[in-house]
């Protein structure tokens, strides 16, 4: 089982750049999926992207894609989500995710293990 810490949130303006890390406690992320996503107040929590740790494949989300990046460090314990060009509808609690079988990368339910959020504010 992994445990998951996200960092890194807080208030930025439109345009600015932000890196959310997501640390793995427990056990590495070899093996896993590992997922961003996003909830804004009254919206329902949608997937920001994601990175395949057996070969390093990314997958983003058409709202974020060419602004936002996933990656990781070499010793698979932490993921970083890095957000660049911020605009003011990205504000939302950001959770990254893991799970062992990656089948529905994009689907939230088929993450058991979740960290416990960090707020992002952009400001216009």
């Known amino acids: 089982q992994v445990r998951l810490v996200e960092s890194g949130g807080g208030l930025v303006q439109a345009g600015d750049s932000l890196r959310l890390s997501c640390a793995a406690s427990?056990?590495?992320?070899?093996?896993?999926?590992v997922g961003w996503f996003r909830q804004a107040p009254g919206k329902e929590r949608e997937f920001v992207g994601a990175?395949?740790?057996?070969?390093?494949?990314?997958y983003y989300a058409d709202s974020v894609k060419g602004r936002f990046t996933i990656s990781g460090d070499n010793a698979k314990t932490t993921v970083y989500l890095q957000m660049n060009s911020r605009k003011p509808e990205d504000t939302a609690v950001y959770y990254c995710?893991?799970?062992?079988?990656?089948?529905?990368?994009?689907?939230?339910?088929?993450?058991?293990?979740w960290g416990q959020g960090t707020q992002v504010t952009v400001s216009s």
């Open positions: 995710a893991g799970s062992a079988s990656g089948l529905r990368i994009a689907v939230s339910y088929d993450y058991p293990y």
């Open positions: 427990g056990r590495t992320f070899s093996g896993y999926i």
């Open positions: 990175i395949r740790w057996s070969d390093g494949s990314t």
